[in-house]
């Protein structure tokens, strides 16, 4: 098959999975949202574990291990998952995927922020415009629920800083995975033995079912980030970008038509803003990507200067 289209079909496959985890994370019901974060992380470990066995590649360990500042990138990186995946399933087990949908909407408006604030980036004239309308539609959801979005916030800030660590870092996603959910793993035991000994454990206790749905999490979690690094190494930034969108929609989608949460008039106009904000964003970066590669197929003439 094409690597592009290979890598548009494992693209389409990580955001359907993204798009559609709150109906997963609804089944895993009673457990509470910080368990189901522990065995989730726990998990995660044990599969990526196991499928790093079978690949024959558990020796990076070992490099990774003489650079100290790597590790402590990685410490960073991994709190910043952990409070990103906490706060989605918090937000979810709460009945507000619509707020949840929003957070991963804005996110790349959040990145460019970061860009400007971090790296020091120069923004163009139609990134400052997308920026103002997200400011907009922030303002105006803040009205709307009578309090700032703050799940919607900290699902946008805590994943736009995660990507720019592990950017900076630049390990793989499977190897990535496993170190930061590894630096997790340990208090994420000390609390799963902590609600066994009171007695207010769910795993092994509701049924057979949970139990195991327990154990797939980490499946869940593992498995769309293998076929997003699979998308990204085979698809250029333009088409990973437009992919992006899918998630969310199908958040939205799930939170408004599967769980019937409500979207009155006002949530509805800051959303539009926000979906304006993300048209202009994106229109702007087709069209730079465009002028970016004409410019670079166009010959420099040949001047006496430059002989």
Known sequence: ???VRLGYLYGFGAYLLWGFFPIYLKLLRPAGPVEILAHRI???????ALLLAAMRNIGFLRALARRPRTLAAIGVAAALIAVN???????????RVVETALGYFI???????IGVFVLRERLRPA????????AAAVVVLTVDYGRLPYLALTLAFSFAGYGLVKKRLGLPAAEGLFVESAVLALPALAYLGWLARRGESTFGYVSLGHTLLLVLAGAATAVPLLLFAGAANRLPLSGLGMLQYLAPILQLGCGVLIFHEP???????????VWVALIVFTVDAVRHTRRTRAAARTPVPVTAATR
């Not at 726990?42 to 990526?48: H, I, K, L, P, Q």
């Not at 995946?85 to 009945?95: A, C, H, L």
């Not at 996110?107 to 922020?113: I, S």
């Not at 979207?263 to 803003?273: D, E, T």
């Open 42 to 48: 726990v998990w995660s470990v044990v599969f990526v």
């Open 127 to 134: 990134q400052w415009a997308a920026l103002g309308v997200g």
């Open 107 to 113: 996110n790349p408006l959040v990145v460019v922020l």
């Open 85 to 95: 995946w906490g706060t989605y399933i918090y937000g979810v087990n709460s009945d």
């Open 1 to 3: 098959m094409n690597p």
């Open 263 to 273: 979207m009155p008039p006002a949530r509805l106009a800051g959303f539009a803003l």
